[in-house]
């Protein structure tokens, strides 16, 4: 079956990315040496102050407006389109926040880090959430989707992802894919954003991200205002919505009883605590490639991500199997979904963020076992998984912290 549908509307990373080289070779003309002079000095400025995260973010898009303005009189854009003149803007942006993202990314007088680390565990402990919980009808394509959706996200924490547009097509990539899966379906029934909300949560429960918060107040503080209205701003705004339903969620907004709800945690918190939990998906530095439509398949069950879930789901459901009372009565009507609606949306909005997550190369994944490597997770055993727990620490390594202190050159 041909899935690439599920891709229509996706906006090109690549296509960004040679809009991003032109404005560079254009910068390299001698007549741009007075507009390069002016970047370089405003970032050897702003290394050396200090503010808060609502100054940073108004210095920085006070000077990419400034600057953009000044596009339209200079001699190499003057005759250009508004297309032409768009993408320059875009290029200024990239190009200043790429010089200022450890500073503006790794903000250690702010408080992301630590929201980020809470949301992280908040994750863990919600991994017994399964999509009938979330009330996301049992349809053919969703595996497959909610796959794509996540893969789209996982980009975020990649490291050249380090201004604000790309990290917000990220989330709008995510989103999108979503999007088409419910118009694929639409036949069946109108859709809106009561039916978006439950797949964005648990695209974010397969994902597991490492910097949740960090990503969604870089975008929210040094994103252009203009660039965050219509359907950018929409997707946006779900998307902090289903962070804000993760951290806030209890039984009563789930199809679970209050038993259920609790015995999930436990088992989640024994499974974490045993180290059954494995460790969460992760980005290599490498932004990976998207896979062709002939080359697109259902998810692979080998990996740490789908592993850990579906360890810790089957733990749950034998869990559940020893309680001969449910929460719920037999032949009680399926429970609404009772999550956030749009107009409950109030996460709070900006601050800074610090350190990194870990990455590993996928190349050096050729180490593991070749046995987990070549087997089905349903074929897997619990040692087979402690197994690749093992080696997967081995793989992971913690780079160190970054100076905040290195003007450009």
Request: hydrophobic residues 35%.
């Given at each position: 079956?041909?899935?690439?549908?599920?891709?229509?509307?996706?906006?090109?990373?690549?296509?960004?990315?040679?809009?991003?080289?032109?404005?560079?070779?254009?910068?390299?003309?001698?007549?741009?040496?007075?507009?390069?002079?002016?970047?370089?000095?405003?970032?050897?400025?702003?290394?050396?102050?200090?503010?808060?995260?609502?100054?940073?973010?108004?210095?920085?898009?006070?000077?990419?407006?400034?600057?953009?303005?000044?596009?339209?009189?200079?001699?190499?854009?003057?005759?250009?389109?508004?297309?032409?003149?768009?993408?320059?803007?875009?290029?200024?942006?990239?190009?200043?926040?790429?010089?200022?993202?450890?500073?503006?990314?790794?903000?250690?007088?702010?408080?992301?880090?630590?929201?980020?680390?809470?949301?992280?565990?908040?994750?863990?402990?919600?991994?017994?959430?399964?999509?009938?919980?979330?009330?996301?009808?049992?349809?053919?394509?969703?595996?497959?989707?909610?796959?794509?959706?996540?893969?789209?996200?996982?980009?975020?924490?990649?490291?050249?992802?380090?201004?604000?547009?790309?990290?917000?097509?990220?989330?709008?990539?995510?989103?999108?894919?979503?999007?088409?899966?419910?118009?694929?379906?639409?036949?069946?029934?109108?859709?809106?954003?009561?039916?978006l909300l439950p797949y964005i949560i648990y695209t974010l429960l397969l994902l597991s991200p490492k910097h949740m918060y960090s990503n969604l107040r870089f975008i929210n503080r040094f994103r252009r205002e203009s660039e965050m209205k219509s359907e950018a701003g929409y997707y946006f705004t779900q998307m902090e919505s289903a962070v804000m339903f993760i951290m806030e969620v209890?039984?009563?907004?789930?199809?679970?009883?209050?038993?259920?709800?609790?015995?999930?945690?436990?088992?989640?918190?024994?499974?974490?605590?045993?180290?059954?939990?494995?460790?969460?998906?992760?980005?290599?530095?490498?932004?990976?490639?998207?896979?062709?439509?002939?080359?697109?398949?259902?998810?692979?069950?080998?990996?740490?991500?789908?592993?850990?879930?579906?360890?810790?789901?089957?733990?749950?459901n034998k869990l559940q199997r020893t309680h001969s009372k449910s929460g719920k009565e037999k032949g009680e009507p399926a429970k609404q979904w009772n999550g956030p609606k749009l107009s409950d949306h109030s996460l709070e909005r900006p601050r800074m963020s610090t350190g990194r997550g870990e990455t590993t190369d996928p190349a050096t994944l050729k180490h593991l076992d070749k046995?987990?490597?070549?087997?089905?997770?349903?074929?897997?055993?619990?040692?087979?998984?402690?197994?690749?727990?093992?080696?997967?620490?081995?793989?992971?390594?913690?780079?160190?912290?970054?100076?905040?202190?290195?003007?450009?050159?």
């Amino acid at each position: 079956m041909d899935y690439e549908f599920l891709r229509n509307g996706l906006d090109d990373h690549m296509e960004f990315q040679k809009h991003c080289t032109l404005f560079l070779e254009r910068m390299r003309h001698s007549s741009s040496f007075e507009l390069v002079q002016r970047v370089k000095t405003f970032v050897n400025q702003f290394y050396g102050t200090q503010g808060s995260a609502e100054e940073y973010s108004h210095v920085i898009r006070d000077f990419v407006e400034e600057t953009s303005l000044s596009l339209r009189d200079h001699p190499l854009w003057r005759d250009e389109g508004e297309e032409e003149i768009k993408w320059a803007v875009e290029g200024v942006e990239k190009f200043l926040m790429t010089k200022l993202y450890k500073v503006t990314f790794f903000l250690p007088s702010s408080t992301d880090e630590e929201d980020d680390e809470k949301f992280f565990t908040r994750v863990r402990t919600l991994q017994f959430i399964q999509p009938k919980h979330l009330d996301i009808p049992d349809r053919p394509l969703n595996k497959i989707a909610l796959e794509m959706a996540t893969e789209e996200l996982a980009y975020a924490d990649s490291d050249k992802m380090n201004s604000p547009r790309e990290k917000l097509t990220c989330i709008l990539n995510c989103i999108t894919v979503i999007t088409n899966l419910l118009k694929h379906y639409s036949q069946e029934k109108g859709t809106g954003a009561d039916d978006l909300l439950p797949y964005i949560i648990y695209t974010l429960l397969l994902l597991s991200p490492k910097h949740m918060y960090s990503n969604l107040r870089f975008i929210n503080r040094f994103r252009r205002e203009s660039e965050m209205k219509s359907e950018a701003g929409y997707y946006f705004t779900q998307m902090e919505s289903a962070v804000m339903f993760i951290m806030e969620v209890q039984h009563r907004n789930l199809s679970l009883s209050q038993e259920e709800f609790d015995r999930g945690m436990r088992s989640s918190e024994e499974l974490i605590q045993s180290g059954l939990d494995l460790p969460t998906f992760v980005t290599s530095s490498a932004r990976p490639k998207r896979p062709h439509s002939s080359s697109i398949s259902a998810p692979d069950t080998t990996s740490p991500m789908v592993a850990r879930r579906a360890n810790v789901i089957q733990e749950w459901n034998k869990l559940q199997r020893t309680h001969s009372k449910s929460g719920k009565e037999k032949g009680e009507p399926a429970k609404q979904w009772n999550g956030p609606k749009l107009s409950d949306h109030s996460l709070e909005r900006p601050r800074m963020s610090t350190g990194r997550g870990e990455t590993t190369d996928p190349a050096t994944l050729k180490h593991l076992d070749k046995k987990v490597l070549s087997s089905r997770f349903e074929d897997m055993t619990v040692a087979d998984l402690r197994q690749m727990f093992t080696n997967y620490q081995i793989l992971v390594k913690k780079p160190g912290q970054h100076e905040l202190t290195e003007p450009i050159s």
